[in-house]
């Protein structure tokens, strides 16, 4: 379905809608949606963790108790015991201890039958499998900043995402401009282009009639007629040419092709203001902002990675909900303090910690370099714009010249005193001249478009286009 357009699509019209609908700023906007919601699960880590723990073992055999490895032991005692409780009945009556003879005899009595009683084998103590179930809860106490710093970089990412939205709207906003601009220029061209064609048109006929009348021979209308033709060719080349930067400014827009849009202002000339450049003005580029976003997150970085030097520290609990078959009894509830603490690493810790360092270094250097471009991108941008306003002053001089001439010419010719060829070199003279007015125009627009960009603000062309 075609959708219409029905006034004049301005170009701050463009800026609105593809702050809506371009798929680039919704990527970016997404992406900081994203960065929000990590942010926001960061900073939800300083909660408890509560898992629920659930497990089922099966054991290769039943868990035994080993009888036979402590038989000797248990034997030695036991009979040690025999000994010492006889005695101990003997000397409450007696006042005596029991002789030793009795005391040995009593012992190696004892220790055979302990050793032969006692079992040779080894008792199982459970089954073969058994089910837990507990809730464990997990509290952070101290964890050496990790928890912070990790909080701190998902900030800075945030940040980060931000710029990221501002400096993806700016690019659209210049290839909006850019693209505006273009549709501009092509509509000057063709209404130049235009009056061109209505004057060989013009001279065509003229050229027939003084045919028609035997006074210039026929070759002399042929000269109209291939100048005629090629400039309505050079015109319909001009009008695909603006067909497809239409295409461009849909694409930007995220409309569909078959959308109608009405654009018929042309390319004026109307003078950048000749103020000094703003102080600082590179801190307010998003393309500036956005690598100097990154100084931050490289130096959380290096937070980051000390981090991992120092302890963590937990709270933990269980609540112990189901257990079957267990061959122990555990307690309903346990409290206590974790700590896990990393001693070597292989001294990868201190690696990473001069690699992030130098990773702030890096970021800090790239931040300088870009303020360095922006500062002289803008001088030498300024400096184009002043050359393209010097060309256009010369070039407007020129076109008002050529069709001045032009009709000099035509006025000769309807004296006969100038032919229909010359006519035509003049039109063409004129055509050119015009082109390249145009041409510089384009340049010098496109040149106060960049200027405008690179200060950060690129919709201040519409200034100029108004």
């Known amino acids: 379905m075609v959708t219409a357009q029905q006034r004049e699509l301005t170009l701050e019209e463009c800026f609105r809608l593809a702050r809506q609908q371009n798929i680039a700023v ?4 997404r992406s900081l949606d994203a960065r929000q919601q990590h942010l926001k699960a960061e900073e939800a880590t300083y909660f408890p963790k509560i898992d629920l723990l659930a497990g089922y073992n099966y054991l290769g055999q039943p868990l035994e108790i080993n009888l036979q490895q402590v038989k000797d032991g248990i034997v030695e005692g036991s009979s040690q015991q025999a000994v010492s409780s006889a005695n101990t009945v003997y000397k409450e009556i ?8 009795v005391q040995d005899g009593i012992y190696n009595t004892s220790k055979n039958i302990i050793g032969t009683v006692y079992p040779n084998y080894n008792p199982p103590l459970s089954k073969q499998s058994y089910f837990t179930a507990a809730l464990g809860l997990r509290q952070p106490i101290y964890l050496g900043g990790k928890l912070a710093t990790a909080r701190n970089i ?4 945030y940040q980060s995402g931000i710029v990221n939205v501002e400096l993806v709207e700016k690019q659209t906003d210049f290839a909006l401009a ?3 601009i273009r549709i501009l220029y092509y ?6 282009q235009g009056r061109i064609v209505t004057a060989m048109e013009r001279n065509e006929r003229y050229a027939a009639s003084l045919v028609s009348n035997e006074i210039i021979p026929p070759y002399q209308r042929n000269w109209a007629t291939v100048a005629l033709t090629y400039a309505r060719s050079r015109q319909q080349n001009m009008a695909l040419e603006k ?3 239409l295409v461009e ?5 995220q409309l569909p092709q078959d959308t109608v849009l009405t654009i018929t202002d042309t390319l004026r000339y109307r003078s950048l203001p000749n103020t000094a450049t703003p102080v600082e003005f590179w801190k307010g580029n998003p393309a500036w902002k956005a690598v100097d976003s990154k100084t931050a997150l490289a130096e959380t970085t290096v937070k980051a990675t000390r981090s991992l030097n120092l302890p963590n520290i937990f709270g933990i609990a269980t609540l112990n909900l189901y257990q079957r078959d267990l061959p122990v009894i555990t307690p309903p509830w346990m409290v206590g303090v974790e700590m896990q603490w990393t001693l070597f690493s292989g001294f990868s810790n201190q690696k990473r910690v001069r690699a992030s360092k130098l990773l702030v270094e890096e970021v800090k250097l790239a931040s300088d370099n870009t303020r360095s471009l922006l500062e002289a991108g803008a001088t030498v941008v300024r400096n184009k714009v002043t050359v393209l306003e010097r060309d256009l002053q010369s070039l407007a001089q020129a076109r008002d010249q050529a069709t001045l001439t032009t009709a000099q010419v035509q006025e000769r010719l309807a004296n006969q005193l100038s032919s229909v060829k010359d006519v035509n070199e003049s039109l063409l003279l ?4 015009g082109k390249a007015y145009y041409a510089a125009l384009f340049g010098y627009m496109l040149a106060a478009a960049e200027y405008y960009n690179i200060l950060g603000t690129p919709r201040q062309i519409t200034t100029l286009l108004q």
């Open 94 to 101: 007696t006042g005596n201890n029991l002789p030793q003879p």
């Open 187 to 192: 509509n000057a061209v063709l209404q130049s």
């Open 26 to 29: 919704e990527q970016a906007r």
């Open 243 to 245: 067909e497809n930067a």
């Open 178 to 180: 850019a693209a505006y």
């Open 249 to 253: 400014l849909k694409r930007l827009l």
């Open 154 to 157: 998902a900030s800075a990412e």
């Open 430 to 433: 004129e055509e050119e001249i």
